[in-house]
C-alpha cells in the first residue's frame, strides 16, 4: 500500500498563488489514479482533479478549471497541485488520494488511501 504526506498550505492573499505537494512512499505513484479533494467546514469533501493512472488525461472541476494545475514528478514519487489566483471560497483542508482500482475517477468513495491534508486559507 502506498503513504501519501501532503504539504505545502497556508495563509495566503486572494489572487495570491500556493503549490501543494503530496509525498508518496510504500509504492510508486504511477501505479495508481490519484486526485486532490478538499473539504471546507461544514461542507462535504469536494473533488478538485484526477490524473489518471497513465499520467496521460487529467480532469479538473469547473470551480478550479484554469487555475489549479496538477502534475507528478515520478523521480521524487510525489504529486503537486499548482494553485493560482486563489479567491477566499479556495480555503479549505486540502487532500490528495489514490485509487488501486480505478484508471482515473472524481468519486470520494473510489479513493484507497488519504493523506493527513494539509490547510489552506485565502484571506480576501
Known amino acids: 500500500q502506498v503513504q501519501l504526506v501532503e504539504s505545502g498550505g497556508e495563509l495566503v492573499q486572494a489572487g495570491g498563488s500556493l503549490r501543494l505537494s503530496c509525498a508518496a512512499s510504500?509504492?510508486?505513484?504511477?501505479?495508481?489514479?490519484m486526485g486532490w479533494f478538499r473539504q471546507a467546514p461544514g461542507k462535504e469533501r469536494e473533488f478538485i482533479v484526477v490524473?489518471?493512472?497513465?499520467?496521460?488525461?487529467?480532469y479538473y472541476a469547473d470551480s478550479v478549471k484554469g487555475r489549479f494545475t496538477i502534475s507528478r514528478d515520478a523521480a521524487k514519487n510525489t504529486m503537486y497541485l499548482q494553485m493560482n489566483s486563489l479567491k477566499p471560497e479556495d480555503t479549505a483542508v486540502y487532500y490528495c488520494?489514490?485509487?488501486?482500482?480505478?484508471?482515473?475517477?472524481?468519486?470520494?468513495?473510489?479513493?484507497?488511501?488519504w493523506g493527513q491534508g494539509t490547510q489552506v486559507t485565502v484571506s480576501s
Open positions: 488520494a489514490a485509487s488501486r482500482f480505478a484508471a482515473w475517477t472524481i468519486n470520494t468513495s473510489d479513493y484507497d488511501y
Open positions: 510504500g509504492r510508486t505513484i504511477s501505479s495508481y489514479a
Open positions: 490524473v489518471s493512472r497513465s499520467g496521460g488525461s487529467t
